[in-house]
């Protein structure tokens, strides 16, 4: 079975991908590895809101998102910042597909809150078999959207979407790609990080509650069986490497 790489990228660093970017994709495909992308947008959304005078709210890192802010992130996701990246990997060359939680179920979810954070939830299920089947002679490009069993369309965190979609690919690899080269302190990026390291930074205000999704993500998917897990702005660069510690 080919190895499989999870790259979820960031909204803000969707809009300014470098050419290493694209040269790591190539080089991972030449390799024979399968690769998926799963994308964010939040600037974008919170951009577009603005726009419709749309309030954007925030709890805990999860974006409250009532049935006009969940339209409008169905159409940036789906109609702004998937066609630009497949654009972009086309261009480069690579045969990439765009993939939503529509395509033969995909993503089923259920809700996280629903009083609390509105159409927000998170992923239960995932048609893995047909999954890997697109992806066998193409570049996945995914939006993190999940529907219910009933066909309600839910706002899914990305970081958290791609943890578990690669713990459940058995990926070998996660990389978080942000407009941050790593988790940072006194303006270096810590090369490797624990669980423990990272309560710690985030008692002394050093990690952020913006981060704290990645960081979350990239421990979960460690402990459940991903080989690997990095935070970068940069494929070419390793930024921070997240070790999991048995406690």
Known sequence: MKKIIVVKIGGNASNKLPSTFFKQIQTWWHEGKQVLIIHGGGPQISKWSDKLHLDVEKINGVRVTDPE?????????????????????????????????????????????????????????????????????????????????????????????????DSQLNAESLVLLTDVPGVLKSGEVVPELTETFADELFQQHIIKSGMMPKIKASFSALKNGVHQTFITNDLGRPGTQFQYVEK
């Open 69 to 165: 802010t969940l339209d409008v992130t169905k159409a940036v996701l789906l109609g702004l910042v998937q066609p630009k990246l497949c654009q972009s990997i086309a261009d480069f060359g690579l045969p990439v597909i765009g993939l939503n939680a529509s395509d033969n179920h995909l993503l089923e979810g259920k809700y996280l809150n629903q009083s609390e954070y509105g159409e927000v939830g998170k992923i239960t299920k995932i048609n893995i078999a047909w999954l890997l089947q697109e992806m066998q002679n193409k570049i996945g490009v995914l939006a993190p959207l999940a529907q219910t069993q009933t066909g309600n369309w839910l706002n899914v965190n990305a970081d958290t979407a791609a943890a578990t979609i």
